[in-house]
């Protein structure tokens, strides 16, 4: 089994900063992506950003320039810094991460539980 687990979620002002971090545990091989995504209330569930396992990252046009994303492969953790936050921001934050089980042939996509972030005008 895989477990993604969040944390760093909470209130701020706009203007303000807030660091998410998910950390991925249980039965794993191997890691390949690792990424945010974010829903607010009524809306989609949508990227904020992505991190693959080699390569360059991938940000949503919203977000550029404010939030960055980074990895710890060695402790199979994705953090999302947060930087400039604004009221358009606030959504529940999930972390999302392309696994192989090491019982299992192939990758899966896990989830986190979410993280509320609320942002204050």
């Known amino acids: 089994q895989v477990r993604l687990v969040e944390s760093g979620g909470g209130l701020v002002q706009a203007g303000g900063s807030l660091r998410l971090s998910c950390a991925a545990s249980?039965?794993?091989?191997?890691?390949?992506?690792m990424g945010w995504y974010r829903q607010a209330p009524g809306k989609q569930r949508e990227l904020v950003a992505r991190?693959?396992?080699?390569?360059?990252?991938d940000y949503a046009d919203s977000v550029k320039g404010r939030f960055t994303i980074s990895r710890d492969n060695a402790k199979n953790t994705v953090y999302l810094q947060m930087n400039s936050l604004k009221p358009e921001d606030t959504a529940v934050y999930y972390c999302?991460?392309?696994?192989?089980?090491?019982?299992?042939?192939?990758?899966?996509?896990?989830w986190g539980q979410g993280t509320q972030v609320t942002v204050s005008s």
């Open positions: 999302n991460a392309v696994v192989l089980r090491s019982d299992y042939r192939h990758p899966g996509t896990y």
């Open positions: 991190a693959p396992s080699g390569g360059s990252t």
């Open positions: 249980g039965s794993i091989f191997r890691v390949d992506a």
